[in-house]
Structures are given as structure tokens and as C-alpha cells.
């Protein structure tokens, strides 16, 4: 299969081995829009994508195996595009990819922003609260749409985040005779719809919100909680030994507000969580956090841990914050975690340091205990109010 990428000029804007490649294939498949910019040919199958996307191909594939495919796709077909997907099920060596000029190389070139300078964020068929992850002040984002109504809740999320000084751009049908520009800012954006086919520009404000890091040890205030939550200076400790990389999967086991999950997703796009929280309340506060804070991605499952970890996908890492004490919880978390995989166990209880020091007496680790002191008024004075001790315990399992 070969993978042509078109843009929003057409047939006539595609370089003529591109059109050689279109021309000659058996069968071409695409959306609608994209089957209707090349030539007609009357030997030839056209057929658009199923739906949903990913269930349909394999049965549309098969029904036109040993034939000369040629899938359409927009832009460069490897940025948010067809290509991944049918690499994914075909592997690399069946799938060929000639791409043309994507959106994002479009949008730098008219906005004059240099690849060093910019992130991109694709919310093509995703949570537009992804974008919430990557403001900071002063940063340029470019980010594509899934349709028209894409900068409005943009710009909705901007002003709700603080930074309704953003100076967000529209830039549609980039590359075709309609292609059209739009300014303003963020807080007077309101429900305005654009063309479909568009990249939303934003210079983020320099000022006017409270900037949260990447790194760990976002302040409690960044979190809706009820006071069952990891705090920030031991938080940071633990996401330091539990080490996010990219593509892993972390357990969140006794969840409460999702501070840890959330803030493991946070370090990297591509890190994956899921919170665990017995609480049907707490569970939402969960979800709630983590659409506000930019990882609308959190899985949360609600339930009792260990019975709520039958069946779940096995971890890279596991932070226990709470009911560590539960009979044959950590001997569940240990059997799930894969090899090379990181476990970090609190506990602030005698019970629960008994059951740590059992489990650092089997099976090594770093046991630790942690205790912060805040300065605080007393009168006119000030002096050290202590918060109650932590005993982590941290280890990872084997080698990977």
C-alpha cells in the first residue's frame, strides 16, 4: 500500500509522481472529500474509510488484498494522519508514504515561526482539553482542529486557564484558493465557527495565570480535593523514584484527588495512567483534575483495590498512597508489575510502616522516612508547623 498525502490545493498541487502513483493504482481509498480532488477513472475501485476508522479497515483491506492500493490522506500522512494507523496494522515494510506540505509546515510558513520555536498539539479527534497540558507563558502552540468548532472551545479553555491575553490565529484551507485568516484574542473569541480544515495559532500571554510546571510538586491548590491528597514535597519524592518515561503505564492505587497520575501523565504526552479510587466521589474529582491540568487521558476506575486491579492492563510503575495495610494489596501490585517495573508504597500509619518494613526486609528497596515542617504564624511570631511523617518504601523488580 502506498500513502499519498494531498493538500488542500488538489490534484493539481501534487508533484507528478504523486499523480503517477494515484493514476496507476487498482484500487484508491480516502474521504470522501479527498477521493473527489483526483481525476476519474472508470477501471478503477475508489472507496471512502469505514466507521468507525480503526474497526473497518482490516475487513476493507483484506477485500482488496494482492491489489495495487493507493490510500489518500492530508498533508504529511504521518502528522495526526491514515499512515499511522495502517503502519500500525500492516507493519513498516507493507506501507509506503509519500507525504506532501502538512498543516503544521503551512501554518510556520505563513506565521513565519520557526519549528525550534513552536509545539504543536494535535486534537484531531481528541479531548480538547489536551492543549491545557502545554500552556505556559509566552509559548507558541499550533494546534489542529477536528473541525470548525475547535477554536472556540480553544479559546474557552485559554480564558478558563487565565491566559484570555492569548492571541489565537485561525488558519484555514491553508494551500487552497479559499484559504482565509482570523486574529483575536482568547477572551472575546466567543462561539465564532470556522472552516472545517484549520490550524489554530497561539501566542500564549506572558501573564495573567499562575504557571504550572512539568516538573513534580504542583501545590495542592492546583487540585479540587477533600484533604485526601499526596502532598506536594512527598509527591515529589515519590514521582522521582517511580521515573515516568515515555509510553509507560503507571497504577495510581488509592487515587484520592489523582495528583500522582495526573502529574506522571503531565512529564510526557505519550505516559499513561490509571487511577484507582474507591470513592464514587473522589473518582470524579479525579476525572475533573485531570481534564482541568491538560491529561484528559486518565483512566479511572472505581473500586476497592486489590479486587479493582483484576484485569487491568499490567503496570511500568505502581504508587500505593493508601490502604497499603489491605491484606495481599502490594503482593497484587508486585505480581502485576512487569519487569524492570518501579512499586512506591506510603504509609503514615504504625500498621501500614509494619507491613513496609516486612517488605523491605523481603525484597530490598529504599525505605524511607519523610518529614516536612512548614514555617507558620504563631502570634506574632513564626515557627515550624510539622505535617505527619511519611514511610515510603521504594523498589523496582528485577531487571528489565
Known sequence: MTVVGIGADGWQGLAATAQELVAAAEVVLGGERHLAMVPHRHDQVRESWPSPLRDGLPALLDRHEGRAVVALASGDPLVSGVA?????????????VVPALSSVALARARLRWSAESTEVVTLVGRDPHLVARSLAPGLRLLVLSSDGTTPAEVAALLTAAGYGASRVTVLADLGAESESRSEGLAATWGDQVAPDLNVIAVEVASSGATPLGLSAGLP???????????????????????????HQLLWDVGAGAGSVAIEWMRTH?????????????????????????GVPGLQVVTGEAPEALDGLEAPHAVFVGGGAS????????????????????????????????????ARGGELTRIHVEQATPIGSFTGWAPSRVITQWAVTKGDA
Open 84 to 96: 499511522t494507523t495502517l503502519v500500525d496494522l500492516l507493519g513498516e515494510d507493507a506501507v509506503e
Open 269 to 293: 504526552p505519550t505516559c499513561r495512567a490509571i487511577a484507582i479510587e474507591a470513592r464514587q466521589d473522589r473518582a470524579e474529582r479525579i476525572s475533573g483534575n485531570a481534564r482541568r491540568l
Open 326 to 361: 489491605r491484606a495481599g494489596l502490594i503482593d497484587a501490585c508486585w505480581a502485576a508489575l512487569r519487569p524492570g517495573g518501579r512499586l512506591v508504597v506510603h504509609g503514615v500509619t504504625l500498621e501500614t510502616e509494619s507491613v513496609l518494613a516486612a517488605v523491605y526486609a
Open 220 to 246: 495542592e491548590e492546583a487540585f479540587d480535593h477533600d484533604g485526601q491528597i499526596t502532598k506536594r514535597d512527598v509527591r515529589a519524592s515519590a514521582l522521582a523514584r517511580l521515573a515516568p518515561l515515555p
